[in-house]
């Protein structure tokens, strides 16, 4: 089993990497060492997620760096500052309408800033003698499903489905993928990749489903729904996606990549219908009124119809598996957006506010 003693997260201030450092810093007593957030504070990254985590682990455990990882002169003196043995590579421009109404920052980022941290890891984990690379070492990517396409109305995305990327997102996180493969098969350099599908859970900015329809709930705001609504999703809670990642890292050999899903499809319209409940519940709404406010609007661009994970690989041979089941997670993720809303505040800016106009604007 991997020790991994400096690790290098990127993106630790978005939705999964925060949930991440949380998870190893609070939940996992088998981690004993340093964690250093690289992260641009995009208008996805909030600082404000982890402001406990800093005042606890802060400058012992846990160290902040604002910054951008295509930037090869910073994320070169970063391997050297800390000793970085392994890096967790979540950064990423993650959200797939904003990737059809601007791609240029997603190839960016998840391709450009992918290559450039590969390549600052091979530089700084290269043996001195020979051509090969530190024993101690571990680049971890972390993959979408949506690399994989779209399904019909039978079958799964296993490890082996041929890469089908079909919106501007899941074309640039295909192309981070191969050169992570490239990276490991050409130079030998160790790298773990794992592709999971739908993450919610707390911190999740609400731009994606789940967070835009609790918090348009609350505030009595229309429910805007793409299509015909019955597009499929595998939901997963964010802590499980994350002792999925953390098993791959302590136990996968070199060169593997897993699968990781919920095992959990659900029609968007469902899934709104299954939420509309607990939200009411929990915040004591008038249950007809929110569902009156569902909209049909626009479709979205190249809409993909089904994602579905086939994660049998993962759970066979690590034996990971998932703890929460999906009504628990809802109703978690409820309560987090009910408790915290300075942190909601914090993120609904200006920024935002434009986002939703240029998104839904277009889809009246
Ligand atoms: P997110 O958008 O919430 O967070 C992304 C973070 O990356 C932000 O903190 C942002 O500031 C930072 N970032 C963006 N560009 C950067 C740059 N150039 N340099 C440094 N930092 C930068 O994303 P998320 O939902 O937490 O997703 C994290 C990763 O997981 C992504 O790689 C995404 O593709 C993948 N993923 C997400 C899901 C999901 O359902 N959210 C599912 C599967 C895989
Ligand atoms: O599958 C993994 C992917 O899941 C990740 O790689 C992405 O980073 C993440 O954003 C997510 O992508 P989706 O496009 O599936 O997530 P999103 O929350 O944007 O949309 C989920 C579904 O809900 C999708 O079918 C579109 C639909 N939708 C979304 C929004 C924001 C609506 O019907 N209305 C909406 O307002």
Redesign the pocket.
Known sequence: MRSLKNVLV????????CNFIRFLLEKTPDFTGRIVN?????Y???AASLADIDSRFGGRRYFFEH????DRALVESLFVKYGIDTVV???????VDRSILGPEAFV???VV?TFTLLDAARAAWKEDSGGGFRQDVLFHH????EVYGSLGEAGFFTESTPYDPRSPYSAS?AAGDHLVMAYGHTYGLPVTMT?????YGPC??PE?LIPLMILNMLEGKPLPVYGDGKNIRDWLFVED?NSAVWTVMRKSASGERYNIGGENEWENIRLLEFLIGVVSEQAGLDIEKVRSSITYVKDRLGHDRRYAVDCSKIKRELCWKRSVDFAEGLSKTVAWYLANTQWVDSIRSGEYQRWVEKNYGERR
Not at 142 to 145: A, E, K, L, S, Y
Not at 195 to 199: M, R, W
Request: with cysteine.
């Open positions: 990127t993106g630790g201030a978005g939705f999964i990497g690289l992260d641009a504070l995009t996805a990254g909030n910054g951008d990882i295509c590579h979540f950064a990423a421009e993650s959200h960016k980022t998840n800033g972390i993959g979408t499903d996180k592709n999971c599908s739908n993450n999740q900015f994606k996606h």
